[in-house]
């Protein structure tokens, strides 16, 4: 196997043995086959799209098997062998719509590759990976790094399309662009330099699908507030939702309203909490609980109820709780239950609820602490002049957005640290699950402001970038201009996604870490250093200093 795709990958060049997330070279092979797959749906859908024929089965299905791809969705080779014989059908199906129209189109060899389903998968999906690495030409290295970067750039972006699209909110030039990339990796033409262009453009496409999400989510939830969110479990029965999914957290407060069950968010469904529709209609949405989504093996043991993962980041489950875990979406796992969408993509939770109502739940309270979500663009710009009068009279020195994905590995120690040494006259703004490293610390407030603010989930990333621009309009400078610092941390594609967005909108002086992609080629590297000052992180103290001079 070969799989470089996160942060997480062996010393730090591929996995080739087995993956470092736990995931095997059989599933990784299949998942190397259902990219392949789409590599061949994507110019049919291109070409039907051309020709004004419906694609939207085909839109929406690319975007969740793209997302079962990523690191930490699905490890489960039945549930792929299910996603690429789906993609399969939807292309001869595109195939012959475009056909009773007498379209005569020359289709490239991968559109009309046939897997054997009688046969080893697992074979087939090491040879056509193996086809792919060997496909590189002039620029071999530099040309392979940015194919990888588009990749797995366009894999970020497809999951917050498909969590777009679940709140109701799509774009169809989202939809054209992913397969636009996906095609492009079987085009050997292009240039270096039109590779960088579509890397790019990854990070555009991007910034739509997670302006989309934002407006998905607070259309359906209303804008966040603060909110202060208990991390101390209250007595009786429970259900634990993690991932990012909120639209099917809403539905599992839906079937579990009045059943006596206390529902608590995991991982990245922490600023959920902030939605105050969701809050006001469903008060046994009450709190918190765990950490990390790297300790989750710990926590979900210690969970006394039942656990619905909705998204990444699950890791390889255990025996201590498998019979209590749940799946739904794109997320899966041999022998965990999953739980199928029904009408408008809802499962039927009731599997879980009995589980939750079979299981103890907690017995005893524990000692009251919380933290507060909530600060998303609508209610840091609420505050807007309140912010601009303390940076003006020098009460806020500066800015840090510290976010980001968090990891099991050491060197991640450096995000606690880094906020702990942020200077009493500094404003600390953060998203993504890189928080827990520091979620729980009380930083005190400057003018009434805490200096600790939670923006929200990864994919609020669009929003710390409207309260970046709506800054530098106020003070009518430019966003490389503000006593703004990005101190970023990543793991999975979503953040890949993310940083293309950065880069695409100019954003210079990002600090990245805890090590920089694999994927990243010496030269492609030195290209990002030169144009937008991408550094990799040193130390806290050292970062924070130059941060201030
Ligand atoms: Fe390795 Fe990451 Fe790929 Fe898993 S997703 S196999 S840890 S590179
Ligand atoms: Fe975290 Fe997995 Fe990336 Fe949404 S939940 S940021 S790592």
Redesign the pocket.
């Known amino acids: 196997?070969f799989?470089?795709?996160?942060e997480?990958?062996?010393s730090g060049d591929?996995?080739h043995q087995f993956?470092?997330?736990g995931?095997s070279p059989q599933v990784?092979a299949v998942q190397d086959l259902l990219i392949h797959c789409l590599r061949g749906l994507a110019p049919v859908a291109l070409q039907a799209k051309e020709e004004g024929i419906d694609t939207y089965t085909a839109d929406v299905f690319t975007c969740e098997a793209l997302f079962a791809t990523m690191?930490n969705v699905n490890f489960n080779t039945r549930r792929f062998t299910s996603y690429i014989q789906q993609a399969i059908a939807l292309r001869e199906s595109l195939k012959e719509q475009l056909q009773r129209l007498s379209k005569k189109t020359i289709w490239p060899e991968i559109t009309t590759f046939q897997p054997d389903f009688n046969d080893s998968l697992v074979e087939q999906g090491q040879e056509v990976a193996l086809k792919f690495i060997s496909q590189v030409g002039k620029d071999a290295v530099d040309i392979f790094s940015l194919k990888l970067t588009v990749l797995y750039g366009i894999k970020g972006t497809a999951s917050y399309a498909f969590h777009a699209y679940e709140v109701g909110q799509e774009d169809e030039a989202v939809y054209r662009f992913i397969y636009q990339a996906l095609a492009a990796l079987d085009d050997h033409n292009l240039t270096l330099e039109e590779w960088v262009k579509l890397a790019l453009q990854v990070g555009a496409t991007n910034f739509r699908a997670m302006e989309l999400l934002d407006a998905g989510h607070t259309n359906t939830f209303g804008h966040p507030i603060p909110t202060s969110v208990p991390l101390n479990p209250q007595v009786g029965k429970a259900i634990l939702v993690s991932g990012h999914d909120i639209r099917q957290l809403n539905a599992i407060l839906q079937q579990t309203a009045d059943k006596g069950i206390t529902v608590y968010t995991h991982g990245e469904l922490l600023p959920a909490h902030g939605y105050p529709q969701l809050k006001q209609a469903y008060p046994h949405l009450y709190g918190h609980y765990g950490t990390a989504w790297q300790n989750q093996t710990r926590d979900f043991a210690k969970f006394p109820g039942a656990i619905v993962v909705t998204t990444n980041c699950l890791m390889p489950t255990h025996d201590d709780y498998n019979d209590k875990l749940f799946s739904i979406g794109p997320v899966g796992y041999p022998h965990l239950t999953h739980l199928p969408a029904g009408e408008n993509g809802i499962p039927d939770y009731t599997p879980a609820i009995e589980k939750a109502l079979s299981l103890p739940g907690f017995m005893e309270e524990s000692p009251a602490k919380s933290v507060t979500v909530g600060f998303a663009h609508n209610a840091v710009l609420g505050v807007a002049d309140t912010v601009i009068d303390a940076v003006k009279q020098g009460k806020i020195r500066h800015f840090f957005l510290v976010g980001g994905c968090d990891g099991a590995k050491p060197g991640r120690t450096y995000y606690t640290e880094f906020v702990e040494q942020v200077p009493d006259d500094c404003i600390v703004l953060t998203l993504a699950c890189g928080k827990f490293r520091f979620f729980d610390q009380d930083l005190g407030q400057i003018e009434g402001l805490p200096r600790l603010m939670d923006v929200g989930q990864c994919n609020d990333a669009y929003s710390a970038i409207q309260i970046a621009i709506a800054l530098a309009n106020a003070f009518e400078i430019d966003v490389n201009e503000l006593p703004l610092s990005m101190i970023l941390s990543w793991y999975e594609q979503k953040a890949v996604a993310i940083l293309l967005t950065l880069l695409h909108l100019g954003i210079k002086d990002i600090r990245l870490g805890p090590t920089l992609p694999a994927f990243i080629s010496p030269n492609v590297l030195k290209l990002l250093s030169d144009t937008y000052q991408l550094k990799p992180i040193t130390t806290p103290a050292a970062d924070l200093a130059a941060c201030l001079s």
């Open positions: 196997m799989c470089e795709q996160c997480q990958t062996a591929g996995c993956g470092a997330c995931k990784n690191t």
